[in-house]
């Protein structure tokens, strides 16, 4: 079993659905972390949640929803989302503490039609 | 200005021959940790090695090295004996600040690495 598991792994929606993205953690970390990778760009941090409070929110768009229930799952919900919106959306967690690396899970593939 | 500086889109290495990535970086912290990825074509980010602003020895991990040269704020990643497996996307990452509490990641724009027979 990996250590961060994503689902799930190809996603296509419409602009008038509601989804959501599932990560999960088997690691004992307490800081999770989703990232959206599109074409072309650099991978851009969209949340934190670090002790499962929400510590870092880069100006994204509310169409995309963060949940952290517990230390060990990450989602997050989209609704009315734009073509421009289809990409890579990672999910990774690390400890809290000290400056560890960040362990990604496989990605999410996500298209907008 | 870019935080993460990578400026091979892509690099070409044959089988067994070493390669060099390059990376600088911008920051005005005195602690900072500098990290490499490699990302395969299934999309997950995989750690290679760390490097951290106080670390007076360059960082090793088996076929990975990081020469890590501060003064002129450059990370470059050594890849000895490339193997094919080694082809994938390569990323450069920057966490800033100390015991910031969580280990958010400024990464480049990647280089691709292609390794031939």
């Known amino acids: 079993e990996t250590g961060v598991t994503q689902t799930p792994r190809h996603l296509v929606m419409g602009m008038t659905n509601k989804k959501s993205l599932k990560c999960e953690q088997h690691?004992?970390?307490?800081?999770m972390y989703w990232y959206k990778q599109s074409a072309k760009k650099p991978l851009e941090l969209m949340f934190v949640y670090s002790l499962e409070e929400r510590v870092e929110n880069n100006s994204v768009p509310s169409r995309f929803s963060p949940e952290c229930p517990n230390s060990s799952h990450l989602f997050l919900h989209l609704h009315t989302l734009q073509p421009e919106d289809s990409a890579l959306y990672l999910c990774a967690s690390s400890q809290v503490q000290g400056a560890t690396e960040a362990f990604f899970g496989q990605g999410t593939r996500l298209t907008v039609v | 200005a870019q935080k993460i500086t990578q400026t091979q889109p892509g690099m070409f290495v044959q089988e067994k021959e070493a390669v060099t990535l390059d990376c600088t970086y911008d920051t005005s912290d005195q602690s900072y940790g500098l990290f490499w990825y490699k990302q395969p074509s299934s999309g997950e980010m995989i750690f290679l090695i760390y490097q951290g602003s106080y670390d007076e020895q360059n960082a090793t991990e088996g076929r990975y090295s990081l020469n890590f040269q501060k003064a002129r704020k450059s990370a470059n990643l050594v890849i000895s004996a490339s193997q094919l497996g080694d082809s994938a996307m390569y990323f450069c990452a920057m966490r800033e600040g100390a015991n910031s509490g969580y280990s958010t990641l400024t990464f480049g724009k990647g280089t691709m690495l292609l390794v031939s027979p």
């Open positions: 690691l004992g970390h307490n800081a």
